[in-house]
């Protein structure tokens, strides 16, 4: 797997800006290497990126390389190296371990580079067990199918606010216009926040998530800790103080009120929980409800098929999960020397989790390339299993679902209008702009 040969690829713009695409994910990209030589590959390499996920590259490492090194990160020499797991077998298999692939040390290729570990380990998706386990519970109750389900109504409701506040405009952008404010709000009811900062949130959790981004974080991403950080913390501690004072229902009083091992949470802690609910709520539906009605559009034999039979649009929703995964990558690190499909992994190293590979792995899905809304598969996109699975997925397929429904009643002949752009990003797996006419 080459992880000790030398590399010896020139990297066709020496001086990329630097772009870690997730602050609290501190992604990072660079220019692609010009070798088509898997082992000479850095996957995060933003060459490979433009377009979204490079699936070739994907394949190429499944067939040949499914365990593969990446030597480094140029713009941050410090950095080491990272495995990239790419077959779904694989990926369970880290994702099921975490005595031996540990979150505690960052849960992104590039973390510490960006944003100090110990932020990140405030939050339980940056912490292993037991306390990781703890603090998940608080929540869980909050998350389960069936609580979740009691919010459909109110979903839908924002959902046909949304569109229907479109009735009289011809185009629009689905992102900014439609995919925004659903999800902003209905994460927004969950925290407690009043609609009316509902944007101000979401322009800060877009700059964090998609850092590198300059259209999402013009200020650039050595701005995180400086401005967006402080203004996070700010924000948030007047959200607490109020809830101190008077707990309501929302998952903020939750974070306030809770009690881990007979301890209230620290104040960096309780502030990290909430941007963790705030940053998985904002992006990762968006992401894949966009990339979903991308797909519909493109291929309308599949919304037609939808809109002749709306029952098969829950199908549609697991189909675009492992097609368009909202989070390209999560990342482990090894706390002992182990094997991994007949690799040698050492103490220490990272081990990054492809989900938009494992989703599209040959041996799991015939014609893996192909967006069928009747597949209803099993995919990777919440993870595989283990303490980390995704807590949100009970309301994540709940808004997907209602959006791909209404959406397609509201506007069944809405077709692409524009130039389609993705957030550039090896973590965040996302559209920036999708022009469509209404
Ligand atoms: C399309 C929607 C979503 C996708 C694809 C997604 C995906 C993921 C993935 C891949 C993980 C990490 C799994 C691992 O490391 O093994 C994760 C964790 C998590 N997600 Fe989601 N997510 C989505 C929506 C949501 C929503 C709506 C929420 C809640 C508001 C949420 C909250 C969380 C939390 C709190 C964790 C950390 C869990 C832990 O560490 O135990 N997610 N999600």
């Not at 630097?18 to 010009?34: L, N, S």
């Not at 192909?370 to 996109?381: G, I, K, L, M, T």
């Amino acid at each position: 797997m080459g992880r000790d040969r030398p590399v010896g690829v020139r990297f066709l713009r020496p001086n990329i800006s630097i772009a870690p695409i997730g602050a609290f994910y501190g992604t990072v990209t660079v220019m692609a290497p010009e070798s088509d030589d898997p082992n000479a590959t850095r996957v995060i390499a933003e060459g490979h990126w433009q377009q979204g996920p490079p699936h070739e590259l994907f394949k190429r490492l499944r067939g040949t390389c499914p365990v593969h090194w990446s030597d480094g990160v140029d713009e941050y020499p410090t950095e080491a190296g990272y495995w990239s797991v790419t077959r779904a077998d694989d990926v369970h298999t880290v994702s099921r371990d975490w005595e031996t692939y540990s979150s505690a040390s960052g849960i992104t290729v590039v973390s510490d580079a960006v944003m100090p570990v110990e932020l990140i380990s405030s939050m339980f998706i940056g912490m292993d067990p037991p306390k990781h386990d703890r603090l998940k519970a608080l929540f869980q109750r909050g998350f389960t199918p069936k609580r979740i389900a009691e919010h459909e109504d109110e979903i839908r409701a924002i959902a046909v606010g949304v569109l229907q506040g479109l009735a009289d405009r011809e185009r629009c952008d689905l992102v900014a216009d439609v995919a925004q404010p659903v999800v902003s709000r209905v994460i927004g009811s969950f925290m407690g926040i009043a609609p009316e900062d509902d944007e101000p949130w979401a322009v800060l959790m877009n700059a964090m998530v998609a850092s590198g981004d300059p259209d999402l974080n013009p200020e650039g991403p050595e701005a995180i800790m400086q401005s967006q950080v402080p203004l996070i913390f700010e924000r948030c501690q007047a959200l607490i103080a109020a809830r101190r004072e008077t707990p309501g229902q929302d998952l903020t009083s939750v974070l306030v009120h809770a009690e881990v091992d007979g301890e209230k949470l620290e104040e960096h802690e309780i502030v990290m929980g909430f941007f963790l609910l705030m940053a998985a709520g904002n992006d990762s539906t968006k992401a894949t409800y966009t990339s979903a009605m991308r797909a519909l559009m493109e291929n309308p034999d599949q919304r037609d098929l939808l809109l002749a039979e709306p029952e098969l649009v829950p199908s549609a929703v697991e189909e675009a999960l492992r097609m368009f995964p909202a989070f390209s990558h999560f990342r482990r690190t090894a706390t002992r020397d182990t094997v991994l499909s007949g690799v040698q992994i050492r103490k220490g190293d990272k081990v990054a989790l492809w989900y938009p590979s494992s989703n599209r792995d040959e041996t799991r899905y015939k014609d893996a390339d192909r967006f069928d809304v009747r597949r209803n598969p099993e995919h990777q996109a919440f993870g595989a299993g283990g303490r980390h699975f995704c807590l949100g997925t009970a309301l994540a397929r709940l808004e997907l679902r209602v959006l791909l429904e209404e959406t397609l009643v509201h506007f069944p002949a809405m077709a692409i209008d524009g130039g389609v752009t993705h957030v550039l990003s090896p973590f965040a797996n996302q559209l920036k702009t999708l022009p469509v006419r209404l």
